[in-house]
């Protein structure tokens, strides 16, 4: 692909997120669910070029922002005074989900080894602590549930990018 016709493509896709998070306010859903029915829809339109990229590229430069945006909001001292707590849920969770996804994908697929269906639990796991975040903003929790529900993410994904990494 020409970089003329990148840099295009790239323009006309920043305007297609700014007019679908337009679309969202105007509509009251949160802005995650119209910018994922823009993507469903635009996987569909012919013609376009295929882009790839390199995974690492991706947790380098748009993991980053997107965990530094949902750290900014935690309050330090509830998350000192419930460390053991949000903890203990970060971890459970963690550790429960991915072994019932390995045990699930096992009994549905028994010749599928035990260390892909490992790979394959830490891969899905992990909840969209962001998503979340986004959708439950027009909710107004109590502060200490707010605490236990989105400090655990953080967590959460460190968590998760080591899991995953040790699993593949």
């Known amino acids: 692909m020409h970089p003329v016709e990148l840099f295009e493509l790239l323009v006309a896709m920043l305007l297609a ?21 823009g993507g469903t829809l635009l996987a569909f339109v012919p013609g376009l070029p295929v882009i790839s990229l390199d995974p690492e590229l991706v947790l380098v ?4 922002p997107l965990l530094m945006d ?8 509830h998350l000192r005074r419930h460390l053991i707590g949000i903890m203990s849920l970060a971890i459970g969770a963690v550790i429960f989900t ?3 996804v390995a045990a699930v994908a096992h009994a ?5 080894p035990w260390a892909a269906c490992a790979a394959l639990g ?3 796991s992990p909840p969209d602590a962001i998503a979340a975040r986004a959708v439950l903003q027009r909710v107004h929790l109590p502060r200490r549930l707010s605490v236990h529900a989105f400090s655990p ?14 699993a593949l």
């Open 153 to 166: 993410s953080k967590f959460i994904e460190g968590i998760w990018l080591s899991r995953s990494r040790f």
């Open 70 to 77: 949902g750290a900014w909001f935690i309050a330090l001292g």
């Open 61 to 64: 430069i748009f993991l980053p």
């Open 122 to 124: 830490a891969i899905v």
């Open 98 to 100: 991915t072994l019932v």
């Open 17 to 37: 997120i700014i007019a679908l998070h337009y679309a969202a306010h105007r509509l009251g859903l949160p802005p995650a669910v119209a910018l994922l029915t």
């Open 108 to 112: 549905l697929m028994p010749s599928l």
